[in-house]
């Protein structure tokens, strides 16, 4: 049973304020204590908001308003603690915020009566390298990606899976997706959609020199290493497109499946095929 919510918001959406009032009156009535951070807790007038960090470490459940972005922030927070995310769209569909404003309430009796459903979703630890020591580590949802500045050269990217030399790909970027990131960065780059539930990381390269040089799916369980080579040029590493660092020549990136996982609620009126064909139109002309 739940006893304490958390509540995030997309930062200055106009909407966010009344739902999560709406929200806040509800749990209330069922004396479930909701959390609030602190830019979130002041829109709407209560003194008591805290740190972003802390919420998830003190409640049983959080729920996200906004979209996919506010949602994959989120779930790096999280991290170890499975939290359940629940994620609310204020906008279009998401393929992770899978309720809209509309199945809200619905959503909400169904948290209190704890009849709702859970998608397990695979997140991946990434560390970057640098002569003998590790100059960053990320815990990411979606995807890791290696990518040139704009006026770079093709970069070089020796990739290994397990220790096995892969190849050497000659790109603008490499990007190492989970399942769920399929839908991200990976799809725009011509790599292939990945059911959630299937265990694999996928090695997808951006516009590469060879042709021949495909997206290929690996077992979850490998461990994927890219040593960069490149001249005076900018490259960066990038975390589900929102948090990085600039590489350096010779810095190798590695890449594995995390212990944490996002613990996603499911909306119960689709399924992933539903948002799948409603949000990139499928079956329309």
Known sequence: MLKKVGIYAKKNHPDAEQIASDICERFKLEKIEVLLEDSLAEQIGQVNGYADEEIPGLVDLVIVLGGDGTLISVARLVGERNVPIVGVNLGRLGFLTEITRDELPEM?????????????????????????????????????????????????METYVDGRHLTSYKADGLIISTPTG????????????????INSLLITPICPH????????????????????????????????????????GDRVKVRRSKSRTRLVSSPSKDYFEILRTKLNWGQR
Do not use: C
């Open 182 to 197: 399929s839908t991200g960065y990976n799809l725009a780059a011509g790599g292939p959609i990945i059911y959630p539930d």
């Open 210 to 249: 060879m042709l021949t040089n495909r997206p290929i799916m690996v077992w979850s369980r490998s461990v994927i290493e890219i040593k960069v080579k490149f001249e005076d040029d900018v490259v960066f590493f990038t975390g589900d497109g929102q948090v990085g660092r600039k590489l350096l020549p």
């Open 108 to 156: 909400l009796e169904r948290l209190i009566a704890d009849d709702y459903q859970i998608s397990d979703r695979m997140m991946l630890d990434a560390s970057i390298h640098r002569d003998d020591k590790v100059v960053g580590e990320f815990t990411v949802l979606n995807d890791v990606v290696i990518n040139k500045g704009a006026l770079a050269r093709i970069i070089d």
